[in-house]
């Protein structure tokens, strides 16, 4: 919610503010950056203490501040409140992710990922639209969607049973047993995977796609809403069917597919001239998401011990904020001083990038056994 359901609205927030198409990213990037300094924190809280205790007041955080982005008389003051909404997701994911992995493991947790995955990719489909119905009204409706966040920590508080999160560990042998746990080659390569990964769904799909079809092709942000649900769509249908996929093909083997697809994606779009010839793009990157990251994810959830998982996927939360705030940044300088196609082709080189990592890192390195 905190960018896709913003995402059709950035011409018009750049139109009503006063702010450049190639600035518009910092939307992405100051609501990102938090979570590369407070999700480690959270997680080792998380680990420490409980999982609950830190859940509830981000969900409150989340939705308290996003409400507010709705109230900003500058873009100044917008991306101050990006950074405290930013703040509020930045355990969210990982306790998410964390909890899936207490509760399950094997094929079944592979299945239960991939419906993890399916969710957030229906969600995904369903915000752009909405978001893109509500910026026809004004920029300022869609940043009420994050309300709903108030209603979720509510229920987390009064509703949630967990047990006790908390681990008998020192801390100095947790904080040497997370090192440990991180000194992999092939988590390396998963790193790297998930790095690349944002670089390219948050630079070059969300921002920069965006705004070639409103700069080339003049469209609404409702009907901008509707083609990123497109692809999300095919994501959570993907995802959904993980636990069969990974019976049949090795997840290394899915996420080198999905590497090569998303190379395909990138290179294709700056040659499309008709909007309905965007089908097959929006298709493929649709199905390469399906298999990516709740392949990475499924991983890295069984492999990190219970009672560092928090903190563990929390490193690989903030390698996704990395990429996540750095791909907006860096192809709004491409944009800016070079041109719009040209930032699908360096989208399209970070892609092949991630082939290369799966080639080097993902498909030759070996998980320690799973604890």
Known sequence: MGVSSIAPAFPSIARSLDVSSGQIGLLITFFTLPGIIFTPIFGILADRFNRKVILVPSLFLFGIAGTACAFATSFEQLLLLRVFQGIGSAALGVLNLTLIGDLYSGNERATVMGYNGSVLSIGTAMYPAIGGALAIVGWHY?????????????????GLKLKSGKNGLGLNLYLKEIRSALYSKMVLGLF????????????????????????????????????????????????????????????????????????????????????????????????????????????????????LRAAFLSVNWMVMRVGQ???????????????LDSTFYITAGVAALFVLNCFTLIRTGKLKAEL
Do not use: C
């Not at 940043?143 to 508080?157: E, M, Q, R, T």
């Not at 705030?325 to 041109?339: K, M, Q, R, T």
């Open 192 to 307: 790297l995977g998930m790095f690349f990964t944002f670089i390219i769904l948050y630079g070059g799909y969300i921002t920069f796609f965006t705004i070639l079809l409103d700069e080339k092709f003049e469209k609404s942000s409702l009907a901008i809403g509707i083609i990123l649900s497109g692809s999300s769509l095919l994501t959570a249908i993907t995802s959904a069917q993980l636990g069969r996929l990974t019976q049949r093909f090795s997840e290394k083997s899915l996420i080198t597919t999905a590497a090569i697809l998303y190379t395909v994606t990138f290179l294709l779009i700056p040659a499309i001239d008709n909007i309905w010839h965007f089908i097959l793009p929006i298709s493929i990157f649709g199905i390469a998401q399906g298999i990516n990251i709740p392949s990475i994810l499924n991983l890295l959830t069984g492999y990190a011990p219970q009672e």
């Open 325 to 339: 705030a750095l791909g907006p940044y860096l192809l709004g300088l491409v944009y800016l001083h070079i041109s």
């Open 142 to 158: 869609p940043f009420f969607l994050s309300l709903i966040a108030i209603p979720v920590g509510l229920f987390a508080l009064f």
